[in-house]
Structures are given as structure tokens and as C-alpha cells.
């Protein structure tokens, strides 16, 4: 019973080995992935984008404030966009529909070629004197000052990309800045089986760009960052191991 008992300890105090282990070279995401095993991957919560860590209030170049005037005997008011209620998003917390539509293709093709050819000679067999001097060493050539060289570079560049990109995303005014404009952020999760997909939108638009039906196309954010990628189990699979991305960084070679 003492035996069995030592051999669990022992075995908890390797797992226990492993698992510190891996904390280190994997900043303890290998803890969460081994409770992970066999469940799906868990959905971020909903929480408030200016209380998540290395958010910063964008700050950009803005005009004087101006002062909102009225027309005597007007229901009028000079700024206005509508004379009824205005639903789009206009204030923080209201939310606008983000149209993605990223269609981009290049094909680029470059190619440089260089070749150069010098040659010396000064024909000059006998400088005064040398080869009477050496004829029995028999250490400098039959001809002096000679030279040749010889050099050539032949270099290809190609670029052929396409990305397409089409989805809607929800944002949400996180910020309106002094001369009107919106700080908009959205994000959206997808699961499918085992597999995340995450589509993150942010930047800076207009209310004039947005449409009546309350939306805006990608192409007129300011300081727009799109990103979208995934994680889970083919994610990790196509990632190499944290051993070959540290030894990918320090070989030099």
C-alpha cells in the first residue's frame, strides 16, 4: 500500500514537473490548453472595450469648438442633418453596423541585371631593370601592373497577392472626439465545432459617412485596423511548436 502510495506522489510531482515547465516556456497557456482537452473553446465575455488592458483614448489634431447658433423664429438648427430624430449613431454607447468589403490584388514583377567587365594592362616586361635583377629568383611575372576584374548581379523580385474579405460586424462609439467624429470597436466570435473565428474592427469615422439604415463601409475608417484570424484545435495545428518559434528566433542562420 506504501508503494502504491509513493507511486502516485511521485506521479502527481511529475505532472506537477511538466506542468511548471511548460508555464515557463509557454507563459502558462499550456495549463489553460491541457484543461481545455476535449471541450470546445470557451467564447470571450461581453465587456466593455475602454476597461480592457492597453486601451488608450485616441487623440487626434481638432479644430476650435464652435458655438451652435439658432435661427430666430426657426425650429432650425444651423448643423442639424434632419429635421426629425436622427437614428443613427451619434453618441458613446450607440451601436452601428460595420460593411467590411476588402477586395486588394497586386502582381508586382521586377528584375534587375547587372554586369561589368575591367581589365589592365601596362605590357610592361622589364621595369627598370627587374628582370635582370629577378631573372634567377624568378619571382615577379613576365608582365608588371596587370589587373583584371570581373563582376556581375542578376536579381528577381514577384508579388502576386489577392485577399478578399466580405462580413458585417456590430461596433460600438467608444469615444466622440471634440470635432464630432466617433471612435467606433467591434468584435465578433464564431464557433464552429472546435474552431474560433474572430473578426475585430476599430477606428475613427464620420458621421456624415454613415448610412440612413445606420451603417459604413470599411473603406471610410480612419485609422482603421481590421483583424481577422481564429484559434482552437486546426489553428494549433498549424502552428509550430513554441521549441522551433524560439530556436527560429535565435539561430542565427
Not at 31 to 42: M, N
Not at 46 to 67: A, F, H, L, R
Not at 81 to 108: C, E, P, S, Y
Not at 198 to 209: K, M, N, Q, T
Amino acid at each position: 500500500m506504501s508503494s502504491f502510495s509513493s507511486a502516485s506522489r511521485l506521479r502527481r510531482i511529475a505532472i506537477s514537473a511538466l506542468l511548471l515547465a511548460s508555464c515557463a516556456l509557454g507563459g502558462c497557456s499550456s495549463i489553460d490548453r491541457l484543461s481545455q482537452i476535449g471541450e470546445q473553446p470557451k467564447l470571450s465575455a461581453i465587456d466593455n472595450p475602454t476597461t480592457q488592458p492597453g486601451y488608450k483614448p485616441v487623440q487626434m489634431p481638432m479644430p476650435k469648438p464652435e458655438v451652435a447658433s439658432y435661427n430666430p423664429n426657426s425650429l432650425w438648427r444651423n448643423g442639424s442633418r434632419a429635421f426629425f430624430k436622427d437614428q443613427r449613431a451619434h453618441q458613446i454607447g450607440d451601436l452601428l453596423t460595420v460593411t467590411v468589403n476588402i477586395t486588394d490584388k497586386a502582381n508586382l514583377s521586377n528584375e534587375t541585371q547587372r554586369s561589368r567587365t575591367a581589365k589592365e594592362d601596362s605590357g610592361i616586361t622589364d621595369f627598370i631593370g627587374s628582370q635582370t635583377v629577378t631573372q634567377p629568383l624568378k619571382v615577379l611575372p613576365g608582365r608588371l601592373l596587370t589587373t583584371d576584374s570581373t563582376s556581375s548581379a542578376d536579381g528577381k523580385g514577384s508579388v502576386n497577392r489577392t485577399e478578399a474579405l466580405q462580413t458585417n460586424v456590430a461596433a460600438v462609439v467608444t469615444q466622440v472626439l471634440p470635432n464630432g467624429n466617433l471612435v467606433v470597436e467591434g468584435k465578433q466570435e464564431i464557433r464552429v465545432n472546435y474552431e474560433i473565428r474572430e473578426l475585430v474592427v476599430a477606428g475613427i469615422v464620420r458621421p456624415e459617412d454613415i448610412q440612413s439604415d445606420n451603417t459604413i463601409d470599411s473603406s471610410k475608417i480612419a485609422q482603421a485596423r481590421i483583424a481577422y484570424g481564429g484559434r482552437g484545435q486546426i489553428t494549433d495545428v498549424q502552428q509550430p511548436r513554441y521549441g522551433q518559434q524560439v530556436m527560429d528566433v535565435l539561430l542565427p542562420f
